[in-house]
């Protein structure tokens, strides 16, 4: 097929880069390395038959929140069914009560005791900014919805999220509790929990819990990836498996849009010497170790209230939990680590029995096997986790980087989150999807606003070559 857009790797940001631009009347062909479409939307078979795992991605409060989801589903993407779990994450702790986070901001303030008020002054704000205020951190370089109080909110978020996650958990909050629930949530940007902006990590994904919730896909988050090619295929594009594109000049397209990191990019082009630079400059974070399960019942929490979370935070207090992210950046294996754990059995009753995952952090391209100290630390908070295990699947970096070449060193981020890669993601301009290569952009999560499902690299990488090529008509 002759194409006036190739787009190159298929995880949300290459296929809702697809989508745009076969909607706006473009004939597109999407080129996938692997044997499945979705990358961090993959789901698979990794234990016993009929147990389905997602590979990558499950919580989907990103894609509910996304602008370019949004649109999506406003314009009629169909087949994706969003399951919620009764309570969004938890975090059980030592000799007290696991920490529930419920989509409702009042009810989880009523668990945090005298930080009650707190919590709804800080995660329940960034919940009250709405979708303007999540609209303009998902687009951090515009193009922004004249909204006046969204840039309020956006102000006041930004002077707490910029704190490190330590700081900003001492001083907004007294109790262990919910200093312990901000770690948790903001150990997820895999940034030392010392450093800027990390606490505004735990911010918005504690927000986005009270705003959306943290549901999954029911049936699994393939789900979501095999809409998005059915609406491609749809519009008359084409989606091919199996075809690695190594060099650019293989592709024969005025546009090309390329679902990969720079050290990718590097390889697959001769770039101009002040690009090729700034693209070695970039930074990939810590890696993960991954473990999926199959089990023969639910896990057996000390605290039951754990079971109906979709998503658990393993590590305990917030200075355990600081602990365990400052030795992965420091290059060293944390002997309890923070674990993040995902039950999707708590909303999704569909794939096919107990399935379970959970990742710890590790430094980058690590060969340690992590399993011993993940499942120990689910031990600690149920015991006899083990004696539910009928199979176990284990991923380092190594085997992640093998399953999608963008995962480098096992980084699941698409690069270091950190406040200098938050400005500089992978260049320094007001378009940094825009490379120097005429009709060539790039769209992962290496580019702005990074990792997570939202597929606003895809949307935004589509709408520049869209007004470039109307610039040239
Ligand atoms: C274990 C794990 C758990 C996660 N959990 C969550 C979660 O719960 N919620 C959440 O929001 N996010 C989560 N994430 C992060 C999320 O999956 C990623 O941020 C997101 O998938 C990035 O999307 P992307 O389109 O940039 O790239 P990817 O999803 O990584 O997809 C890139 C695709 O491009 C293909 N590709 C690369 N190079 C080439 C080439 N040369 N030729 C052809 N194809 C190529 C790859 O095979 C891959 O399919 C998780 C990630 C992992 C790995």
Redesign the pocket.
């Known amino acids: 097929m002759s194409a006036d857009a190739v787009v190159?790797?298929?995880?949300?940001?290459?296929l809702v880069a697809a989508v745009l631009l076969a909607r706006a009347g473009r004939k597109v062909l999407l080129?996938?390395?692997?044997e499945r479409f979705?990358?961090?939307?993959r789901s698979g078979e990794l234990t016993l038959p009929g147990r389905v795992h997602d590979?990558?991605?499950?919580?989907?409060?990103?894609?509910l929140a996304s602008p370019a989801f949004r649109e999506l589903r406003e314009q009629g993407l169909k087949g994706v069914e969003f399951a919620h779990p009764p309570v969004a994450a938890a975090h059980p702790l030592d000799d007290r009560p696991a920490v529930l986070v419920h989509r409702d901001a009042r009810r989880t303030a009523e668990g945090l005791g005298r930080d009650a008020g707190a919590w709804l002054a800080t995660a329940g704000a960034t919940a009250r900014g709405g979708f303007p205020l999540v609209g303009l951190l998902l687009k951090p370089l515009g193009p922004w919805d004249p909204a006046p109080r969204a840039f309020a909110s956006a102000a006041r978020f930004g002077l707490a999220g910029v704190l490190p996650a330590t700081t900003l958990a001492r001083r907004a909050f007294r109790t262990v509790e919910a200093r312990a629930v901000l770690a948790g949530m903001a150990a997820h940007s895999m940034l030392d929990l010392r450093a800027p902006i990390s606490g505004g990590y735990g911010l918005l994904l504690a927000g986005l819990a009270h705003l959306v919730g943290w549901p999954l896909v029911r049936g699994g988050s393939q789900e979501l990836a095999d809409a998005l090619v059915a609406e491609l295929r749809s519009l008359g594009g084409e989606a091919v498996t199996g075809?690695?594109?190594?060099r650019l000049a293989e592709l024969d397209a005025p546009t090309v849009v390329l679902?990969?990191t720079p050290r990718?990019l590097l390889a697959?082009a001769d770039l101009p010497p002040g690009y090729r630079r700034a693209l070695q400059r970039f930074r990939y974070g810590p890696g993960?170790f991954?473990l999926d399960w199959a089990l023969d019942g639910p896990v057996p929490w000390r605290d039951p209230a754990v079971a109906e979370a979709g998503t658990v935070h393993l590590g305990g207090t917030l200075e355990e939990i600081a602990l365990s992210e400052a030795e992965t950046a420091a290059g060293r294996h944390s002997p309890r680590p923070y674990v993040l754990l995902?039950q999707p059995y708590a909303a999704d009753p569909t794939r096919g029995g107990h399935t379970l995952w959970a990742?710890c952090h590790v430094p980058n391209g690590s060969p340690v096997d992590m399993t011993d100290a993940i499942e120990t630390q689910i031990e600690r908070y149920a015991p006899g986790f083990r004696d539910r295990v009928l199979a176990r699947h284990a991923m380092g970096p190594a085997e992640?980087e093998a399953a999608?070449?963008?995962?480098v060193g096992g980084d699941?981020?698409?690069g270091m989150a950190s406040l200098t890669q938050f400005l500089r993601r992978p260049v320094w301009s007001p378009a940094p999807w825009r490379t120097p290569l005429p009709g060539v952009f790039l769209?992962?999560?290496s580019t702005p606003p990074g990792?997570?499902?939202?597929g606003m690299?895809?949307w935004q990488a589509a709408r520049l070559a869209l007004k470039d090529q109307a610039r040239s008509r």
């Open positions: 190159v790797g298929s995880g949300p940001n290459g080129l996938e390395a692997a979705g990358g961090g939307l590979l990558g991605a499950t919580v989907m409060a990103m894609a075809h690695r594109v190594r679902d990969v990718q697959m993960v991954k995902v990742y992640l999608n070449p963008n995962l699941v981020g698409g769209c992962s999560a990792a997570a499902v939202h690299g895809g």
